[in-house]
């Protein structure tokens, strides 16, 4: 029999489900039949359907995705989707691709939201009621899951899966609190172990962030344990520290060789001029997307594909300085509860230190206060960690870095509304004033973030002869030609070979998903639609062991 205590605990995934349906509308009344707009869903619904293929038919050959022939490991030439593509191999099989990308990024809103929630309850103070620390924990899963940052990036699935580091975060502070409290469990040291090495392989970005937000924190820990005189359980407590850190390690090392490998033999770089175009400028954290219901008509939207829409909110921005300062104030002016609210002072420490890193890394190479201007003359560290920290030249867009200060101040938010709750219980004594006051300011800070409906775009359907490709029992490799805004003629002949060159591999498979289209279809390109001869392309053919040549004679691929 159900409980009314598990129907409590599934109300607040459930709320986010529904709200998850409000803010990607109308995404789910197409389900099978639209995307995301843009390339990238097209894309990584491509690598959906290949990981299913291959984890059902050749699980050795996943990496060697049927793009770029003839080089190895090119499912690592993107997010490699792995993890996603186990849980949502049976949807595959059944619904088909698209069915199974848009189920996960739904997914993506609840289980962030959730995780969020679940971190938020538990940093809020014991001493206030259940049904206020819930309504401010599950203001700040709103906040975070339906925040600006992911609202832009509802087109990127990989930076879509944000809800293994709030889990993580939640199971190393469970940890990591004094063994009266529970602290210094193995099971939580696993669990903790888990999610931080989920939340690594999910996109080569959140690993570095994940690094950041789970190092502060346990230095942070470390620092005050190590200055208070009684010290017990102090050893088991970094013994699990080591275990969750080893057990990260090992779920993340296996997933992330393959791009250590091609980052060595292609040299796989961002150059510092690249990083500047990627910087965030002041300017971006106005910014909206331009179907931002209250600000998108004001010309705050951000250009540049979105990237750059890192508005956290005023409401927010408010409701986290309240939450900073009703903390710090309640520490220092009433000690009776100093007990109870320590572990709640030290982690509204731990966002604000965490949410400024943030901010200053999301600033990238120089503080500009809009996109291409002057550098201000204030140095910043990102070039010097660019230059000392491996991998982190691999990081395309430092903006990115702004995720870690929009949770930190969703989760300051939330203190703030569960502070606001409990004074106005403890002075007013008024349950149902306190719960319409918080909830309306909520749903206020919430709606400075609405930005639906979103941009959707019908996949393109397979041309027959990508079928009948599919069917041959011969193919090894094949070029097709032309692709798009390439080198041509004899701009082509002086590109060095095998620099834009791009092929191919057959092994009668056939993506199943209009993700096979050019834009996200393995290609190559030779121009040959320009060329006088096809000297080049039968050279190039001869060289790679390629033996079809697949020529599209119309702007519609597959003509």
């Known amino acids: 029999m159900w409980r009314n205590r598990d129907i409590s605990a599934l109300l607040p995934p459930l709320a986010y489900l529904l709200l998850a349906a409000v803010f990607t509308w109308p995404l789910v009344t197409h389900l099978t039949t639209a995307l995301g707009s843009g390339l990238d869903p097209l894309l990584q619904t491509w690598v959906l359907a290949w990981n299913a293929h291959a984890l059902t038919t050749d699980p050795l050959a996943v990496w060697n995705a049927p793009i770029f022939f003839p080089y190895p490991d090119t499912l690592a030439y993107s997010d490699h989707h792995l993890l996603l593509a186990i849980l949502a191999l049976p949807i595959v099989a059944t619904g088909g691709p698209v069915l199974a990308y848009n189920l996960l990024v739904l997914t993506s809103y609840v289980l962030t939201g959730w995780a969020v929630y679940l971190l938020a309850y538990e940093m809020s103070a014991r001493t206030c009621k259940p049904w206020v620390r819930a309504i401010g924990a599950f203001a700040a899963g709103a906040l975070f899951a339906f925040g600006t940052y992911r609202m832009t990036h509802f087109v990127h699935l990989q930076l879509l899966q944000t809800a293994w580091l709030p889990l993580a975060l939640l199971f190393l502070r469970r940890l990591l609190r004094a063994p009266e409290d529970g602290g210094g469990r193995w099971r939580d040291a696993a669990l903790f172990g888990l999610f931080a090495g989920i939340q690594c392989v999910t996109a080569l970005y959140y690993a570095y962030f994940a690094a950041l937000t789970l190092g502060l924190y346990a230095a942070l820990w470390l620092w005050e344990a190590i200055r208070q005189p009684a010290r017990a359980g102090l050893l088991r407590r970094v013994g699990g520290l080591t275990l969750g850190g080893g057990l990260a390690a090992l779920i993340t090392a296996p997933l992330t060789l393959p791009y250590l490998r091609i980052y060595e033999y292609l040299g796989v770089v961002r150059s510092p001029r690249e990083l500047d175009n990627?910087?965030?400028?002041?300017?971006?954290?106005?910014?909206?997307?331009?179907?931002?219901?209250?600000?998108?008509?004001?010309?705050?939207?951000?250009?540049?594909?979105?990237?750059?829409?890192?508005?956290?909110?005023?409401?927010?921005?408010?409701?986290?300085?309240?939450?900073?300062?009703?903390?710090?104030?309640?520490?220092?002016?009433?000690?009776?509860?100093?007990?109870?609210?320590?572990?709640?002072?030290?982690?509204?420490?731990?966002?604000?230190?965490?949410?400024?890193?943030?901010?200053?890394?999301?600033?990238?190479?120089?503080?500009?206060?809009?996109?291409?201007?002057?550098?201000?003359?204030?140095?910043?560290?990102?070039?010097?960690?660019?230059?000392?920290?491996?991998?982190?030249?691999?990081?395309?867009?430092?903006?990115?870095?702004?995720?870690?200060?929009?949770?930190?101040?969703?989760?300051?938010?939330?203190?703030?509304?569960?502070?606001?709750?409990?004074?106005?219980?403890?002075?007013?004594?008024?349950?149902?004033?306190?719960?319409?006051?918080?909830?309306?300011?909520?749903?206020?800070?919430?709606?400075?973030?609405?930005?639906?409906?979103?941009?959707?775009?019908?996949?393109?359907?397979?041309?027959?002869?990508?079928?009948?490709?599919?069917?041959?029992?011969?193919?090894?490799?094949?070029?097709?030609?032309?692709?798009?805004?390439?080198?041509?003629?004899?701009?082509?002949?002086?590109?060095?070979?095998?620099?834009?060159?791009?092929?191919?591999?057959?092994?009668?498979?056939?993506?199943?998903?209009?993700?096979?289209?050019?834009?996200?279809?393995?290609?190559?390109?030779?121009?040959?639609?320009?060329?006088?001869?096809?000297?080049?392309?039968?050279?190039?053919?001869?060289?790679?062991?390629?033996?079809?040549?697949?020529?599209?004679?119309?702007?519609?691929?597959?003509?």
């Open 278 to 559: 990627w910087s965030a400028p002041l300017q971006a954290y106005l910014a909206v997307p331009p179907t931002n219901w209250l600000y998108g008509g004001h010309g705050w939207s951000a250009a540049s594909g979105g990237e750059f829409a890192l508005f956290p909110g005023f409401v927010t921005i408010g409701l986290a300085a309240s939450g900073v300062a009703l903390t710090l104030w309640k520490r220092a002016g009433d000690r009776r509860t100093a007990p109870d609210d320590a572990p709640l002072a030290r982690d509204v420490i731990f966002l604000v230190l965490l949410g400024i890193i943030a901010f200053v890394l999301s600033l990238g190479t120089g503080i500009r206060l809009e996109r291409g201007g002057d550098v201000l003359p204030i140095p910043l560290p990102y070039p010097l960690l660019y230059e000392r920290i491996p991998g982190f030249g691999a990081l395309r867009v430092p903006a990115r870095w702004a995720m870690l200060a929009h949770l930190a101040l969703a989760l300051l938010a939330g203190i703030a509304i569960t502070h606001i709750g409990r004074w106005l219980v403890s002075v007013r004594r008024r349950n149902r004033l306190a719960v319409a006051a918080l909830t309306a300011v909520g749903t206020v800070a919430l709606a400075e973030h609405a930005a639906f409906p979103v941009p959707l775009a019908t996949p393109p359907s397979s041309p027959p002869v990508y079928t009948w490709l599919g069917a041959q029992p011969d193919i090894r490799a094949i070029l097709e030609l032309p692709v798009g805004p390439t080198p041509r003629g004899a701009e082509l002949e002086r590109t060095p070979s095998g620099s834009s060159i791009r092929f191919s591999t057959g092994s009668r498979w056939r993506p199943g998903t209009a993700a096979s289209s050019r834009s996200a279809r393995p290609t190559c390109c030779a121009g040959c639609s320009a060329c006088p001869t096809m000297t080049p392309c039968v050279t190039w053919r001869s060289q790679a062991l390629i033996r079809w040549l697949f020529i599209a004679t119309s702007t519609t691929p597959g003509n």
